[in-house]
Nanobody, 126 residues
Framework: QVQLVESGGGLVQPGGSLRLSCAAS????????VGWFRQAPGKEREGVAC????????YYGDSVKDRFTISRDKTNHTVALQMDSLSAADPAVYYC???????????????????WGQGTQVTVSL
C-alpha cells in the first residue's frame, strides 16, 4: 500500500524556521518527483515546492521563493522542506505529494499528484 507520511510541523514564532520531512511506505521516493502543497483555512490548496528526481531540479511557488528549500535525502529516502523566515502568510496544513512522474515541470495542479500524505499543521504565532 502506497503511503506518504509528513512530520515536523508545529508552532513557530514569526521569523522562525521549521523543517518538514516526507517519508513513504510501499515504494521509494528516490525515483519520483516529490512536491509540497499547503492549504490554509478557507483557501485552496497551493503548490509550494517540487523536486524532480530526474535531474534534481527544484521549483517553488512565488510566495515562498528564497525562503523555502526542498531537498532530497537518498540515504534515508526522504524529502525535506526547510522553511525559513516564516510569516503570518504561511500557516497551513502542509502536504507531501507525488504522482509517479520524475520531473516536476509546470505541475502545480492538485490533480497532477495521485498520492497525498495526511498533512502536518504549521502554525506561526507569537
Amino acid at each position: 500500500q502506497v503511503q506518504l507520511v509528513e512530520s515536523g510541523g508545529g508552532l513557530v514564532q514569526p521569523g522562525g524556521s521549521l523543517r518538514l520531512s516526507c517519508a513513504a511506505s510501499g515504494f521509494t521516493l528516490d525515483y519520483y518527483a516529490v512536491g509540497w502543497f499547503r492549504q490554509a483555512p478557507g483557501k485552496e490548496r497551493e503548490g509550494v515546492a517540487c523536486h524532480s528526481s530526474a535531474d534534481e531540479s527544484t521549483y517553488y511557488g512565488d510566495s515562498v521563493k528564497d525562503r523555502f528549500t526542498i531537498s532530497r535525502d537518498k540515504t534515508n529516502h526522504t524529502v525535506a522542506l526547510q522553511m525559513d523566515s516564516l510569516s503570518a502568510a504561511d500557516p497551513a496544513v502542509y502536504y507531501c505529494v507525488t504522482g509517479g512522474f520524475t520531473r516536476c515541470g509546470s505541475r502545480w495542479a492538485t490533480s497532477d499528484y495521485r498520492y497525498w500524505g495526511q498533512g502536518t499543521q504549521v502554525t506561526v504565532s507569537l
